[in-house]
């Protein structure tokens, strides 16, 4: 046997008798090798496999003449392998760059914080090339996480799993704000099985990243088993500037609630302050609201309608304002001009309204709360389905809040009077399916008597 290197090469005859040499090449094959070079092929440094030639023609051993022609060739293959593999990784960079793109856009097209948590969820295995992705949020007053969006079968067994706050490997990207890339998770002692167990689910490997709004870790992504190989460095990029687009999307949808929060408490505010004139609607504003609301479960309103319902109802009686307080306040029944006077309020307060852009669309609502059914209401003697829904609406919660609340000049009504009242009214002063489904939310203990 003679073996000798050089250069990288390796050569020999009778390579069997070399203790390198592997026997099962030659068992499974068949095939008996003499006389063996090989090559190694190379990048940069790195090494990408090996050329082997085997028996020369007639026997002859190799010489460096066919060393020098294998290590050119190689070089040509190396080289060839290292730009494949570029164009492998700078395509898949690409793609995921796009899905990226692609994800954020959806993410930022909702101000709906449970729907941006959905779609991020939705997005990770997408975006990570995972089996399956997770979205932990963070509950600051337990200091523990929990699952807020679990999809697929086992999501209800994964939502009852709740971690302390260091506790398992997304309870300690929690706590330190970092991520981490484990190719292992059965290696990690901080691996926590409970949740495999729960779901008869096997994690193999994982990347995690925090998810931090203004420094705050408000919760953790997981990507979990990738299709193909293991998670790299240039995941876990990928994954934190994903991260970076949750968190930005679900702080603006928060600062979007808050607004609408505030927008909707002042103008309950404002409803009130104007309500204390009148000497007996204490939570008139409130009542009507919550009435209107609960009849309108019944009605397949648009979610954009029941927003502009709450509002209306909110600020249906404001043209009070302009109301004097010897009509407003007189106890005991209005005289023909004080009721005319009283009567001007629907109309005042959309001329209020309409200098608010925001606020011009609650105007039908507001405008025409006191509108009939058969025409004998006002401001307009607008009849049936010219009145607007919304109107029809607040219209019986309206009166229904009125019957069944004292007046200086008669006691409430029982409720269940109240309610028959309204049926015998139906298809007369009521829209008849409003008048329905008002009845329906009392049956149904969503108003209650
Ligand atoms: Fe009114």
Same mark, same amino acid.
């Given at each position: 046997?003679?073996?000798?290197?050089?250069?990288?090469?390796?050569?020999?005859?009778?390579?069997?008798?070399?203790?390198?040499?592997?026997?099962?090449?030659?068992?499974?094959?068949?095939?008996?090798?003499?006389?063996?070079?090989?090559?190694?092929?190379?990048?940069?440094?790195?090494?990408?496999?090996?050329?082997?030639?085997?028996?020369?023609?007639?026997?002859?051993?190799?010489?460096?003449?066919?060393?020098?022609?294998?290590?050119?060739?190689?070089?040509?293959?190396?080289?060839?392998?290292?730009?494949?593999?570029?164009?492998?990784?700078?395509?898949?960079?690409?793609?995921?760059?796009?899905?990226?793109?692609?994800?954020?856009? !959806?993410?930022?097209?909702?101000?709906?914080?449970?729907?941006?948590?959905?779609?991020?969820?939705?997005?990770?295995?997408?975006?990570?090339?995972?089996?399956?992705?997770?979205? !932990?949020?963070?509950?600051?007053?337990?200091?523990?996480?929990?699952?807020?969006?679990?999809?697929?079968?086992?999501?209800?067994?994964?939502?009852?799993?709740?971690?302390? /706050?260091?506790?398992?490997?997304?309870?300690?990207?929690?706590?330190?704000?970092? +991520?981490?890339?484990?190719?292992?998770?059965?290696?990690?002692?901080?691996?926590?099985?409970?949740?495999?167990?729960?779901?008869?689910?096997?994690?193999?490997?994982?990347?995690?990243?925090?998810?931090?709004?203004?420094?705050?870790?408000?919760?953790?992504?997981?990507?979990?088993?990738?299709?193909?190989?293991?998670?790299?460095?240039?995941?876990?990029?990928?994954?934190?500037?994903?991260?970076?687009?949750?968190?930005?999307?679900?702080?603006?949808?928060?600062?979007?609630?808050?607004?609408?929060?505030?927008?909707?408490?002042?103008?309950?505010?404002?409803?009130?302050? /104007?309500?204390?004139?009148?000497?007996?609607?204490?939570?008139?504003?409130?009542?009507?609201?919550?009435?209107?609301?609960?009849?309108?479960?019944?009605?397949?309103?648009?979610?954009?309608?029941?927003?502009?319902?709450?509002? +209306?109802?909110?600020?249906?009686?404001?043209?009070?304002?302009?109301?004097?307080?010897?009509?407003?306040?007189?106890?005991?029944?209005?005289?023909?001009?004080?009721?005319?006077?009283?009567?001007?309020?629907? +109309?005042?307060?959309?001329?209020?309204?309409?200098?608010?852009?925001?606020?011009?669309?609650?105007?039908?609502?507001?405008?025409?709360?006191?509108?009939?059914?058969?025409?004998?209401?006002?401001?307009?003697?607008?009849?049936?389905?010219?009145?607007?829904?919304?109107?029809?609406?607040?219209?019986?919660?309206?009166?229904?809040?009125?019957?069944?609340?004292?007046?200086?000049?008669?006691?409430?009504?029982?409720?269940?009077?109240?309610?028959?009242?309204?049926?015998?009214?139906?298809?007369?002063?009521?829209?008849?399916?409003?008048?329905?489904?008002?009845?329906?939310?009392?049956?149904?203990?969503?108003?209650?008597?």
């Amino acid at each position: 046997m003679r073996r000798h290197c050089r250069l990288d090469c390796y050569v020999a005859n009778k390579v069997i008798d070399d203790p390198l040499w592997n026997k099962e090449f030659g068992n499974k094959t068949g095939y008996t090798p003499n006389d063996i070079l090989g090559v190694p092929l190379k990048a940069r440094g790195n090494i990408l496999g090996v050329i082997e030639v085997l028996n020369k023609k007639e026997g002859e051993p190799f010489e460096k003449r066919d060393m020098d022609i294998l290590t050119a060739l190689s070089l040509r293959i190396s080289t060839i392998l290292e730009k494949i593999k570029l164009f492998i990784e700078l395509d898949r960079s690409v793609k995921q760059f796009a899905t990226l793109a692609e994800v954020g856009t !959806l993410l930022n097209s909702t101000l709906d914080q449970a729907a941006i948590r959905r779609r991020a969820m939705e997005a990770i295995t997408r975006l990570m090339n995972a089996e399956a992705g997770s979205l !932990l949020l963070v509950d600051d007053e337990e200091k523990e996480l929990y699952f807020e969006v679990a999809l697929g079968e086992k999501g209800d067994k994964v939502k009852e799993i709740r971690l302390k /706050i260091g506790e398992g490997i997304a309870g300690w990207v929690a706590e330190h704000g970092e +991520s981490l890339l484990i190719p292992d998770v059965r290696k990690d002692p901080r691996f926590y099985r409970l949740a495999d167990e729960k779901t008869d689910f096997v994690t193999r490997d994982m990347a995690c990243v925090p998810v931090k709004v203004k420094d705050k870790t408000i919760g953790v992504l997981e990507a979990i088993n990738r299709l193909e190989g293991v998670f790299t460095e240039d995941d876990i990029k990928l994954f934190q500037l994903f991260s970076n687009q949750v968190a930005i999307a679900l702080d603006n949808a928060r600062l979007y609630e808050e607004i609408r929060e505030t927008f909707f408490a002042t103008a309950e505010a404002l409803a009130e302050a /104007i309500e204390k004139r009148d000497t007996y609607t204490g939570g008139h504003t409130k009542r009507v609201v919550h009435y209107s609301l609960a009849a309108a479960q019944y009605l397949n309103l648009l979610p954009r309608d029941l927003e502009l319902l709450k509002l +209306s109802a909110i600020l249906h009686d404001i043209g009070k304002i302009g109301v004097e307080d010897r009509v407003l306040r007189k106890p005991g029944k209005l005289d023909d001009e004080e009721a005319r006077l009283m009567k001007m309020h629907p +109309s005042i307060g959309a001329d209020i309204m309409q200098h608010i852009k925001r606020l011009k669309d609650i105007i039908p609502g507001m405008k025409y709360h006191h509108e009939r059914n058969d025409g004998k209401g006002y401001p307009d003697g607008l009849r049936g389905g010219d009145i607007p829904i919304i109107a029809r609406i607040i219209a019986v919660a309206d009166a229904y809040d009125a019957m069944t609340t004292d007046r200086s000049y008669r006691n409430k009504l029982p409720h269940r009077a109240a309610i028959d009242e309204i049926q015998k009214e139906a298809g007369v002063q009521f829209d008849r399916e409003v008048a329905e489904a008002f009845v329906r939310a009392f049956e149904t203990g969503k108003i209650e008597g």
